[in-house]
């Protein structure tokens, strides 16, 4: 089950909170994913934020809605990937893609381009997955979820200064990586 559902059966349709929470929470699970490396994980992650959420909207001063979620995700994300870090060592930070819907191609394309399409989409998770985590979540942030540099700083707790350079960074290592995969 979405989570979207479980939350919205929990919550009237007036209610202020869902209203402010329930659009981000594909947002929320596209980081948690990111960051954790698993689609397990990372549902875990978004309760657990949801509920954190929940029980600390009173505190909620207005603003973006959705870089507050998101910043609650991120520091769910990271707790529960330090706490992991006893469970399975501190390595593994990669990307479930294998059970990623979204890598699944589209069925109109004709079996090379579809083919062509899921070697790329494979490869491409592959270097974001590899990129140092403060890197990958600025990615993530700014590219898929489009935020602004405001709200990743925001989320992130670092300097709109730190983002920037996070980002350039992050593009330059898959910039780079994938001209030595094209070598190859």
Do not use: C
């Not at 929470?21 to 960051?35: E, T």
């Not at 609650?72 to 006893?86: C, E, F, M, P, S």
């Not at 935020?147 to 983002?163: D, F, H, N």
């Amino acid at each position: 089950m979405r989570p979207v559902a479980i939350y919205s059966d929990l919550m009237g349709p007036d209610n202020v909170f869902a209203a402010i929470a329930l659009p981000h929470l594909d947002a929320a699970f596209n980081l948690a994913r990111w960051l954790t490396g698993s689609r397990a994980d990372a549902e875990d992650v978004v309760q657990e934020a949801m509920v954190r959420a929940l029980t600390y909207f009173p505190t909620y001063r207005g603003g973006s809605g959705r870089a507050w979620i998101l910043q609650i995700v991120r520091n769910t994300a990271y707790g529960a990937l330090k706490a992991r870090r006893g469970e399975r060592g501190a390595g593994h930070t990669g990307v479930d893609a294998a059970a990623d819907i979204e890598s699944i191609p589209d069925l109109a394309d004709d079996p090379e381009k579809a083919l062509i399409l899921s070697d790329d989409l494979e490869r491409m998770d592959a270097l974001i997955a590899s990129l140092p985590l403060e890197l990958r979540e600025t990615l993530v942030l700014r590219e898929l979820e489009e935020l602004s540099y405001r709200e990743i700083a925001q989320i992130t707790a670092a300097p709109i200064g730190t983002v920037m350079s996070r980002l350039w960074r992050a593009r330059r290592m898959l910039t780079q990586a994938a001209a030595e995969g094209a070598r190859r």
